[in-house]
């Protein structure tokens, strides 16, 4: 166990000063998949504890801005200035105020709704996600915790992410991936898996990377046939911790 948590990239991640050894994910996703740009807004969900958007604020530069979302707070400070944190759950927090860090003075919520509210049409360029449920220890259950997240980001897309915008997010593997693949297909051109080599090798963690969103009324269409045939999300399992 002591091997398994201080393995190569946990020691990686205390020289070059990173959160978490999940940093390194993130670095060879870009690195292989091209995700980030300079000037990008990217929307990080799950941020916390903030390597994510410690290797993102470096990679969309002083001209981008990244806005990284956990249930738990991130008191990190950043080394640039492109950095803001939501202590929120992703599937409760009102668009209007992950919008509202759009706005020209990045002041979220009703105060500059009007000006990078959904209507404004202003909206993220990126959205990663290394949500990651509390894991019971149960496969079937832990899968099934990790693509309800996928899925709530997938209904986010619309009012968050530009046309033409990208995403890379977190998915244990299970039955259900490859209806959240198909889903992908339907929002985005281009959709991949993608296994990092940072990725433990006992984890069935897998990153669904997509390119190309293919706008508002996609995912409307999106919406309207899954509320036609889905039932509702079953409740949240409980919960007993995570790791990176
Ligand atoms: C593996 S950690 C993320 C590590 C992060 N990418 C980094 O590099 O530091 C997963 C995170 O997802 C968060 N999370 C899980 N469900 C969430 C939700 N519904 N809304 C917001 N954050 C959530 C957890 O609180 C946890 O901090």
Redesign the pocket.
Known sequence: MARELHDHYFREAKREGY??R??Y??IEIDTRKGLLRRGDCVL????????????ASKRVGPHGLVVG????PIDHVFELDNVRCVH????EVETEELLGYLSDDNTPGPSSAASSGPASGKRFDVI?S?????TSGDHTADHFASAR?CH?VLDRCGDLLVEGGRLAM?VLEGESYAELLARCRMLFEKVKGFVPKASRHKSTEIYVIAWGFRGRGAAEADLAGRAAVQPPLPPRPRSTG???
Do not use: H
């Open positions: 959160l978490s999940a940093a994910k993130l990080d969900c799950g941020a916390a504890p903030g390597s994510w958007l410690q290797v979302i956990d249930r738990r929120a759950d992703l599937e990663l290394d949500m990651a449920p509390d997240l709530a977190k995570w790791t990176t």
